[in-house]
């Protein structure tokens, strides 16, 4: 048996367990206004992130279409701040 470091046994682990999704969604939603702005945080009442699908909830309307215009952008900034591809898709509601 390999020896691993304690990183690695815990990437392991939740590559293993499935729970780096989880983990991820957890951060992303403690961290979301470092991720996407203070504007943008301030006015997105939930995320949920679910199979690399994010989806983004709003009530604002302008918001709503800067975020359906900058998908590719805001997908582009998530997996660069977590160096990963965390997120395949972006839906906004």
């Given at each position: ?35 996407a702005g ?52 972006i839906?906004?509601?």
């Amino acid at each position: 048996m390999g020896s691993y470091s304690i990183g690695e046994a815990l990437n392991l682990l939740l590559e293993k367990s499935n729970w780096k999704s989880k983990v991820h969604e957890l951060r992303m939603r403690q961290e979301w206004e470092d991720i996407a702005g203070k504007t943008i945080s301030k006015y997105t009442r939930n995320i949920n992130l679910f199979n690399k699908v994010l989806t983004i909830y709003t009530d604002v309307a302008p918001l709503k279409m800067e975020l359906q215009l900058g998908k590719e952008q805001l997908k582009q900034t998530i997996n660069e701040y977590f160096k990963e591809r965390v997120v395949e898709e972006i839906v906004v509601k």
